[in-house]
């Protein structure tokens, strides 16, 4: 990424962000850091999702993983630029919920009606929310310091 090679293709992944380069809407040969989770960030919260909802789990230890797992992924990769990842993944994470309810209540002998399954979908996914991603420069105001004589 020095500036003789910058280009769009100029990315690397580190601590599960992916820093790479964008151009300025106004300049395009002028570029700054995005930094967003890595795919292989989305790819482990999945499979840690799929490995910790298994069907011995009532409804309740269900919800309390789910959002736990949810809102610790979400806290670490809250200072990024990722706000369209965060909200593909929170669908991705309902989807992984819905074939948890499905593999629990649909496949016995007496099949939970879908309307039911449905409403408790619903009702249990009712509160889980997309944290507001900002970059960490963003987050507390600017604030001139003592001494400075501003």
Avoid at 26 to 51: M, T, V
């Amino acid at each position: 990424m020095r500036n003789e090679q910058r280009s769009h293709q100029s990315k690397f992944n580190f601590l599960g962000f992916k820093f790479h380069l964008r151009s300025f809407k106004d300049n395009p040969q002028r570029f700054w850091i995005a930094r967003q989770p890595s795919e292989g960030a989305r790819k482990s919260l999945h499979e840690a999702l799929r490995r910790r909802l298994h069907i011995g789990l009532s409804l309740h230890e269900a919800k309390d993983r789910l959002e736990q797992t949810w809102y610790g992924w979400c806290e670490y990769f809250r200072y990024s630029n990722g706000n369209r990842i965060f909200y593909k993944e929170r669908k991705r994470v309902k989807m992984i919920y819905t074939r948890y309810l499905v593999r629990k209540f649909r496949r016995q002998r007496r099949a939970v009606p879908w309307r039911i399954l449905i409403g408790w979908r619903r009702k249990i996914l009712r509160d889980l929310r997309t944290p507001q991603v900002r970059p960490d420069h963003l987050s507390e105001p600017w604030q001139p310091g003592p001494g400075l004589g501003f």
